[in-house]
C-alpha cells in the first residue's frame, strides 16, 4: 500500500508529466500497480545469485566449443 505522502508525490509527478488529474480512484489503483511492479522486479533482482564458479564454467563451456 502506498503512503499518503507517496501518493501525493505520485499525482504531482503524474500530473506534470502527462498533464492529468487522476481521481483519487485511479491515483491508487496507478500507484498500486507501479509499486506491485517495482517489487517484483526489484525482489526478483536482488534474488538472484550467480556465483563466480558457474560464470567461469560457462566461459569455459563456450571456449571449449
Given at each position: 500500500?502506498?503512503?499518503?505522502?507517496?501518493?501525493?508525490?505520485?499525482?504531482?509527478?503524474?500530473?506534470?508529466?502527462?498533464?492529468?488529474?487522476?481521481?483519487?480512484?485511479?491515483?491508487?489503483?496507478?500507484?498500486n500497480r507501479l509499486?506491485?511492479?517495482?517489487?517484483?522486479?526489484?525482489?526478483?533482482?536482488?534474488?538472484?545469485?550467480?556465483?563466480?564458479?558457474?560464470?567461469?564454467?560457462?566461459?569455459?563451456?563456450?571456449?571449449?566449443r
Amino acid at each position: 500500500m502506498v503512503s499518503d505522502a507517496g501518493l501525493t508525490k505520485f499525482r504531482s509527478l503524474y500530473k506534470q508529466e502527462y498533464g492529468i488529474e487522476l481521481s483519487q480512484k485511479e491515483l491508487m489503483l496507478k500507484a498500486n500497480r507501479l509499486l506491485n511492479l517495482y517489487k517484483a522486479v526489484y525482489m526478483k533482482a536482488t534474488n538472484i545469485k550467480i556465483s563466480k564458479n558457474h560464470d567461469e564454467k560457462a566461459q569455459s563451456k563456450k571456449n571449449y566449443r
